[in-house]
């Protein structure tokens, strides 16, 4: 057997776990399933400050490891693709419905299992507040 198939047979699993969760998207903020008005984020429920800011901050805590600016090349981004970056607010509200899809469907944050449901409630309401604002 050529060398070539013994090495991609040996390091395909490993790409694509690497790869594995960190979603479609280029991060150009030109996916279809963004939604500038909030809309399938729900409701920006009224007087939801504090859960507001505990969105931002589970976000931030949660995601910025992998997905932060300062975070250059795949192995500081643990595999996350360039530009996808949660401390961009540009970026956040142009892909707040594929980030909360992600966060819902557990693939995000990888490799930390499924977060808190109050945490992902907390995470929906400051996205859904958000680009509602925009």
Not at 3 to 10: A, G, T, V
Not at 29 to 34: D, I, L, N, W
Not at 109 to 123: Q, R
Request: with cysteine; glycine share 12%.
């Amino acid at each position: 057997m050529p060398i070539r198939s013994i090495l991609l047979f040996c390091l395909a699993p490993f790409a694509i776990a690497a790869l594995q969760g960190c979603g479609g998207d280029d991060g150009g903020g030109s996916s279809s399933s963004s939604n500038h008005d909030g809309e399938a984020l729900g409701e920006c429920p009224p007087d939801s400050a504090a859960q507001q800011t505990a969105g931002y901050d589970a976000l931030q805590r949660e995601c910025v490891v992998c997905h932060g600016t300062d975070k250059v090349g795949a192995t500081a981004r643990i595999g996350a693709p360039d530009g996808m970056n949660v401390d961009d607010p540009e970026w956040v509200r142009a892909e707040a419905v594929e980030i909360m899809e992600e966060i819902e469907a557990g693939t995000m944050p990888y490799g930390a299992g499924k977060l808190p449901d109050d945490t992902i409630e907390s995470i929906r309401v400051y996205l859904a507040c958000d680009a509602a604002a925009q």
